[in-house]
């Protein structure tokens, strides 16, 4: 890979399970990423794509909105017109490694690694 990322975050969404112009499985999820301290964090939403035999088996079921998770891969940006005309960026990553971490929500349980990885 030319360009590695790793980091934490949050679901934003459940994810989902698409064929790619090529016909090869994409499972998707997007992926909140917290920058910066105090007034100046923000967040970085992130594009997760995971390709072909991994996006196949139960990890689908998962990935849900509030799911905790790792991702290491590979970071790429595109840009594309908005509804409104105006050009956006979008952050995606093409993933080699993702765990989850602990449960969907962290109320008053403990922080435990609830189902198996991909690598």
């Known amino acids: ?5 790793s980091f934490t975050g949050a679901c934003g969404k459940d994810a989902e399970i698409r064929h790619a112009p090529s016909g090869a499985l994409v499972l998707s999820v997007t992926v909140a990423n917290n920058i910066g301290f105090g007034d100046r964090q923000q967040t970085l939403w992130i594009r997760v794509n995971i390709w072909g035999k991994r996006a196949e088996g139960q990890l689908k079921n998962h990935l849900k909105k509030g ?19 105006t050009t956006k960026t979008s952050l995606e ?16 349980e403990a922080n435990t690694h609830t189902s198996p990885h991909t690598r």
């Open 67 to 85: 799911q905790l998770v790792f991702i290491s891969g590979e970071l790429s940006q595109s840009e594309y017109k908005a509804m409104d005309g």
């Open 93 to 108: 990553l093409n993933v080699t490694i993702i765990d989850l971490i602990g449960k969907k929500t962290e109320s008053s």
């Open 1 to 5: 890979m030319s360009n590695v990322m």
